[in-house]
């Protein structure tokens, strides 16, 4: 079955501090991968989205992606966090069949030290 | 170009009544997608239509939960006889076509709350 695990729920950085949130997905074929981020009480605002080429996938607000095929993983970095960085985040997987029924992850909520 | 509106924004119901949560995609935007946020957990795929036609209602509970996107309007998400189970964040998202590198915009959502 596919699935996407995101296994830190919480993660507190100090600001300018360098960030990885880790993604691992299960899926069968390549799928199309994405990382979302959540303030409160808002919406889901696209940060990055992998289909296919250069496996480093650049994002806005300074994050970037790795797609590591051998790992199953997407996993999101920042080299500076800044204090309006916290949030939740979240990694999905699309099928490219099926682009549009997303699979997310339950999140990982970041907290960041002044 | 305004972006996914969602209305309402906060919606409390009592146990039993009916909710509608109404979904306006971004102009251009043929397909619509509705998703469940449930508290401390990830967005859940509900349903996928485009207008008029409900194309993957695969993720939405077989009873009392039903979904339309008519040819003029928005889209509507109904809840019937609502339990506190469906306490949630409802999550709508819209996207100009289906096919590769194409991106689902999402709007703000509802908050929904059976009390």
């Known amino acids: 079955a596919q699935s996407v695990t995101q296994p830190d729920i919480h993660i507190t950085v100090s600001e300018g501090a360098s960030l990885e949130l880790r993604c691992n997905y299960s899926?069968?074929?390549?799928?199309?991968l994405f990382w979302y981020v959540q303030s409160p009480g808002q919406g889901l605002q696209l940060l990055l989205k992998?289909?296919?080429?250069?496996?480093l996938v650049q994002g806005i607000k300074g994050f970037e992606a790795e797609f590591k095929r051998s790992q199953s993983s997407f996993n999101l970095r920042k080299p500076s966090v800044h204090w309006s960085d916290a949030a939740e985040y979240f990694c999905?997987?699309?099928?490219?069949?099926?682009?549009?029924?997303?699979?997310f992850g339950s999140g990982t909520r970041l907290l960041v030290r002044p | 170009n305004a972006g996914v509106m969602q209305n309402p924004r906060h919606l409390v119901r009592r146990r039993g009544q009916e909710a509608r949560l109404r979904c306006s995609p971004m102009?251009?935007?043929?397909?619509v997608y509705w998703y469940r946020q449930l508290p401390e957990e990830g967005l859940k795929f509900m349903v996928y239509?485009?207008?008029?036609?409900?194309?993957?209602e695969s993720g939405m509970p077989k009873e009392r939960f039903s979904a339309e996107f008519p040819k003029e309007g928005p889209s509507i998400l109904r809840i019937q006889q609502v339990v506190r189970g469906d306490s949630a964040a409802y999550f709508c998202?819209?996207?100009?076509?289906?096919?590769?590198?194409?991106?689902?915009?999402f709007g703000q959502g509802t908050r929904l709350t059976v009390v």
């Open positions: 999905a997987v699309g099928a490219r069949d099926s682009s549009y029924k997303l699979i």
């Open positions: 102009k251009g935007h043929s397909h």
């Open positions: 998202a819209s996207s100009p076509r289906l096919d590769t590198n194409t991106e689902a915009f």
């Open positions: 992998y289909f296919s080429g250069d496996t």
């Open positions: 899926y069968g074929a390549t799928p199309y």
């Open positions: 239509l485009q207008k008029e036609n409900i194309i993957d």
